[in-house]
């Protein structure tokens, strides 16, 4: 599986940006989006089932943040809005063959690049 991740940018506090990711290669069950600060662990933001649409979202990305798919363009958003400043980051994009949405680094099989999201105060 390819993944590859792009609309990531430097936005200002209170704004908005949308990430995508385009999955390639093979057939898989579910997308996450994690994210990466520097010195800081990767975290879970958010992650959506291939098959059900069923989503996940971690507790602080809870109505900023919506996971959504299409399926024709083997495609997965990331709407974000009200950024704030501890949400620049490197967002990642995993797909994961298991069923169900996981949410942890672990439950996903492959990676892709990333894009940055800088939001300025």
């Known amino acids: 599986v390819q993944l590859q991740a792009s609309g990531g940018g430097l936005v200002q506090a209170g704004g908005s940006l949308r990430l995508s990711c385009v999955a390639s290669?093979?057939?898989?069950?579910?997308l996450g989006w994690f994210r990466q600060a520097p010195g800081k662990e990767r975290e879970f933001v958010a992650a959506?089932?291939?098959?059900?649409?069923?989503?996940n979202y971690a507790h602080s990305m809870w109505g900023r943040f919506t996971i959504s798919g299409d399926n024709a363009k083997n495609t997965v958003y990331l709407q974000m809005s009200s950024l704030k400043p501890e949400d620049t980051a490197v967002y990642l994009c995993?797909?994961?063959?298991?069923?169900?949405?996981?949410?942890?680094?672990?439950?996903?099989?492959?990676w892709g690049q990333g894009t940055q999201v800088t939001v300025s105060s």
């Open positions: 995993a797909a994961r063959n298991a069923l169900g949405v996981g949410i942890w680094t672990d439950d996903y099989e492959y």
């Open positions: 959506i089932s291939w098959s059900s649409s069923s989503t």
């Open positions: 290669g093979r057939a898989f069950s579910a």
